[in-house]
């Protein structure tokens, strides 16, 4: 039964070029974009982000974060990369243990907020621009070559 006040997540499509939000649920068409968005401006094939997005997704499920101890040395890679774009990141719990040792529990979880920024190519919160606004965009490739 809903609660007085609480909101369902309802979205619609106005244009077929508007990506659609990310709501509560990350779906592997949101991270394949984000993943695309975020490589650089020749960016990945189409085809490489989307084995990557289901690649990464199928770790998550529908969990919003999952354990470190669960990733081959390899699919860490790809994780320490996709937290190098912005799309994931860590966090660290710690606990003592009967004996009084520390242990230390590591995290990842998807940065939603950023993700929502690399499919929409709205501005980051820290001023840069994401997406096709970028300023040597403009400026043609035989500039760089010295005679």
Known sequence: ???????????TK??????????????VEHLTKAIKNSIDKQGMPEEEARAMAQHVMNF?????????NV??????????MLEDAGIL???????????GREWRIHYWMFRKE?????????KTAEGGIVGSDNV?????DDIWNRE
């Open 1 to 11: 039964m809903r609660k007085s006040g609480e909101n369902f997540n309802i979205v």
């Open 14 to 27: 106005l244009k077929k070029s508007e990506p659609e939000p990310v709501g509560a649920t990350l779906t």
């Open 60 to 68: 998550f499920g529908y969990s919003e974060r999952i354990i470190d």
């Open 71 to 80: 990733l081959e040395p390899e699919d860490r890679d790809a994780f320490y």
């Open 89 to 99: 990141m860590t966090e660290r719990e710690e606990t003592t243990l009967y004996d």
């Open 114 to 122: 950023r993700i929502q920024e690399l499919i929409t190519g709205r």
């Open 136 to 140: 040597y965009d403009e400026i043609p």
